[in-house]
Each structure stands twice: as structure tokens, then as C-alpha cells.
């Protein structure tokens, strides 16, 4: 029996096989961070297309944590009622609708990539003022950031609490807080990115403070039964950064406060870092901290070939394969991938006759 295609079953929900949409930015929301038809098509597509488990883009808490205006929201009973027909489709297709809840720091409030212009975006078109563990921007043209007391800390944190509640009412049946890619959570657990020296910086356990605090907030308030994830970055790549020593020690202490599953990418905090980019090339990371934690773990980065997934999973190196542009090539990708790998492709009743 092909590994890709064994069920997963965290807490109270089973995968139906082992492979996920990753979360991707799509820039299509609509006014106020309401998901659009766009998103049902695109997130709808890759479930009618096999993958298991169907995680959203990055969906701000709060307004101000979109990194452009037009990223997808979960603050309001507005997004709530938009979210529904979308995770409904997912799940009658047989799939898990997941949501990624992110809040994006100071990397917030910059024009969508195909703007045509780069950097911070103007109140006068729609931007704001971003927030992040200190006052300097991340690069030249970005907005300067708002450094957040502790108050503004607690206030981050029950967003997040809020905003998992509100992703039960909306349909969704697992929640995965990101913390990666030098968003609010990575800039706070980034050296790079964090020169407090309060109880929210100043060595390794303050860095963690933030993240964990949000993984306590969020499991209690989705319940037992609802499966946590939380997407880290593993490594900085950067001399002085985060390391892959610092996440086996933060997934650890993620998996004690209740989070199932770390999906282990990379990067984000430098814009000068040098990255290693090849096939697979972050699976060893998921690889070891699964191997030293015990911690589930999921793999991503230029995964594309149903055998070297298969070969990820069956060798222990992770308990899920994310796949992101792969999937936006190919959304019948897990079908595909069942057969090649002599699993059974159920495609759906209304395709049967293409086969």
C-alpha cells in the first residue's frame, strides 16, 4: 500500500491520505478581507483534485495583519458567513478545509506582486500602519511599524483565540498558526528580527513567548477534538538567526501546549539570505525534528514528483507532504500520484467517464 495514501488522523479528524495544499497568498480578496469566488474555485479545485487536506493562504486576525489589502480576513461575522460555501464544498469533496491564521507584522500593508510597485502601501490607497516587536521597518520602502507594548502583545494574542472560534463557526475542521516567513510570530522568534529586552525578547524563551502563548490561546479555543498545526520557520539561513537547533526545542514546547503537527518551512526573516533552493531541500528539516521531538511533522518546498513524496513519508522524514506551486500547475496532482503510485484514484462521479 503506497505510504502517500494512508489515512492521518490528528485528534478528532482523518486525512484522507497524506498530502496538503499549502497555504498561498492569492491577492484576490475583496473589499475588507472577504474571501471571493476566486477563493472557492481555487481552494475547491485542489479538493475536487485528491489533496487531503486544504489550508487557506495566510488569513490576517485582525485587519492591520493582512500583508496587502487584498489578503483574506477572519475578524468579523462577515468573513464567517463568506468562508461557509467555501469549506463546504471542500469538505463535501471529501477533503479537510484548514484555515492558516496568521497576522503578517511589519511586513504588512505592501502592494499585492503584480501592483507593478514594490514596498509599504500608503494610507491614501489603502494601507496602514503596521506593527512588529520593534520600530524599524524590514526594508527600505517598507512602512515603519508600530513597536507593540505588552498590551498590544495580549491584544495579538486574542485575535488569534477569536479568530479560531470564528474558524469553527465558518466550517473549517483544523486550524495551523503560521509562524514563519518573517511574519508577526517570526519576527518575534527571529534574533534577526527581535532585539527586545523585555520578557518578549532577551534570549530564546522570551523569543518563544509570543508563539506559544497564541498555540495555548487557540487550542483552548477550538476544543480537544480540532486538530492544531503550526508552520515555522526552520532555519533563518542566516549566521545569528534562527536555527534548526531552536525549532526542536519550539516543537517541543509547541507539542506540550497542544499543537499536533509542525509544518516545517523555511526562511523569511532576511532578505539576504542564501537558501539552498532544490528539490525537497527543506525535507531534512522536517526530518529532524520529527526524528529528535517525536513531533508530526509536514514537509514542503519543491516536492513535484508523486515518488519522492511517496519516498518522504514511507521513510519516516514527515507525517504529511505540503504541496504548493506544484498544485497550482497541476490541482489533479494526488489523482495523478495514486496511480502512478498504484494507489486508487477515486475521482470523482462527474469525471469518471475521462478515465
Not at 507593540?148 to 486574542?158: Q, S
Not at 470564528?166 to 534574533?191: C, K, Q, T, W
Not at 487550542?219 to 539561513?237: E, H, K, N, Q, Y
Request: proline share 8%; glycine share 12%.
Amino acid at each position: 500500500m503506497s505510504a502517500l495514501f494512508t489515512p492521518l488522523a490528528l485528534r478528532g479528524v482523518t486525512l484522507p491520505n497524506r498530502i496538503a495544499l499549502a497555504p498561498m497568498c492569492q491577492y484576490s480578496a475583496g473589499p475588507d478581507g472577504l474571501p471571493t469566488d476566486w477563493h472557492r474555485v481555487h481552494l475547491g479545485s485542489r479538493a475536487v483534485g485528491g489533496a487531503g487536506l486544504i489550508i487557506t493562504e495566510a488569513t490576517a486576525v485582525v485587519p492591520e495583519g493582512r500583508i496587502s489589502p487584498q489578503d483574506t480576513g477572519l475578524w468579523s461575522g462577515a468573513h464567517v458567513d463568506a468562508w461557509r460555501p467555501i469549506t463546504a464544498f471542500v469538505a463535501d469533496q471529501g477533503a479537510v478545509p484548514a484555515v492558516q491564521l496568521a497576522h503578517a507584522g511589519f511586513k504588512a500593508s505592501t502592494y499585492r506582486p503584480w501592483a507593478g510597485r514594490r514596498g509599504g502601501v500608503p494610507d491614501a490607497e489603502g494601507g496602514w500602519t503596521p506593527v512588529g516587536p520593534g520600530g524599524e521597518p524590514f526594508l527600505p520602502g517598507y512602512r515603519r511599524p508600530t513597536a507593540l507594548d505588552e498590551a498590544g502583545i495580549g491584544t495579538v494574542v486574542e485575535a488569534f483565540a477569536v479568530a479560531a472560534e470564528r474558524a469553527l463557526d465558518a466550517g473549517f475542521g483544523a486550524v495551523e498558526i503560521h509562524a514563519a516567513h518573517g511574519y508577526l510570530l517570526h519576527e518575534f522568534l527571529s534574533p534577526l528580527t527581535n532585539r527586545r529586552t523585555d520578557r518578549y525578547g532577551s534570549d530564546r524563551a522570551g523569543r518563544m513567548r509570543l508563539t506559544l502563548e497564541v498555540a495555548r490561546a487557540v487550542r483552548a479555543a477550538v476544543g480537544d477534538s480540532v486538530p492544531v498545526l503550526t508552520r515555522i520557520s526552520a532555519t533563518d539561513w542566516v549566521d545569528g538567526g534562527w536555527t534548526v537547533e531552536d525549532s526542536v526545542v519550539l516543537a517541543g514546547e509547541l507539542a506540550a501546549t497542544g499543537v499536533d503537527l509542525v509544518d516545517a518551512s523555511s526562511g523569511g526573516a532576511s532578505a539576504g539570505a542564501s537558501i539552498p533552493i532544490g528539490p525537497g531541500y527543506q525535507v531534512p528539516l522536517a526530518a529532524r525534528i520529527r526524528r529528535e521531538t517525536g513531533v508530526p511533522t509536514g514537509a514542503v518546498g519543491l516536492i513535484v514528483e508523486p515518488e519522492q513524496a511517496e519516498q518522504i513519508v514511507a521513510d519516516g522524514e514527515a507525517d504529511l507532504v505540503l504541496l504548493g506551486r506544484e498544485l497550482l500547475r497541476d490541482p489533479y496532482w494526488p489523482r495523478r500520484a495514486a496511480t502512478k503510485l498504484a494507489a486508487t484514484p477515486h475521482w470523482p462521479h462527474q469525471y469518471a467517464r475521462a478515465f
